[in-house]
């Protein structure tokens, strides 16, 4: 069984940051997308970034890229997400995921792409 556990959520001011940590173990994780996702209230769970299992590639949302940094420690087996300059517009529950099929070179950033989820972290921006 795979498990995901996310933490680092806070409350933090306008143009602050945070890391927010996802520990992962269970079933293998390699060769496969590992992804943050985000969901605010009233709105649809929505892709922020994404990370191949040997940290090699990666992508964004266009409104995090400059902002967000994804990284994962192998060792560690736990993937990261360093938010820095936060607007209030980033508040929502921050949950990580591993993608349904191993990476074939595209990346994807579709919800019912990923198949394991973690329970979340709330993120709070203040203005």
């Known amino acids: 069984q795979v498990q995901l556990v996310e933490s680092g959520g806070g409350l933090v001011q306008a143009g602050g940051s945070l890391r927010l940590s996802c520990a992962a173990s269970?079933?293998?994780?390699?060769?496969?997308?590992m992804g943050w996702f985000r969901q605010a209230p009233g709105k649809e769970r929505e892709f922020v970034a994404a990370?191949?299992?040997?940290?090699?590639?990666?992508y964004y949302k266009d409104s995090v890229r400059g902002r967000f940094t994804i990284s994962k420690d192998n060792a560690e087996n736990t993937m990261y997400l360093q938010m820095n300059s936060l607007k209030p517009e980033d508040t929502a529950v921050f949950y990580c995921?591993?993608?349904?099929?191993?990476?074939?070179?595209?990346?994807?950033?579709?919800?019912?792409?990923?198949?394991?989820w973690g329970q979340g972290t709330q993120v709070t921006v203040s203005s």
């Open positions: 995921a591993r993608s349904s099929r191993p990476y074939a070179g595209v990346f994807t950033t579709q919800r019912g792409q990923y198949n394991y």
């Open positions: 269970g079933r293998t994780f390699t060769g496969y997308i």
């Open positions: 990370i191949t299992w040997n940290g090699g590639s990666t």
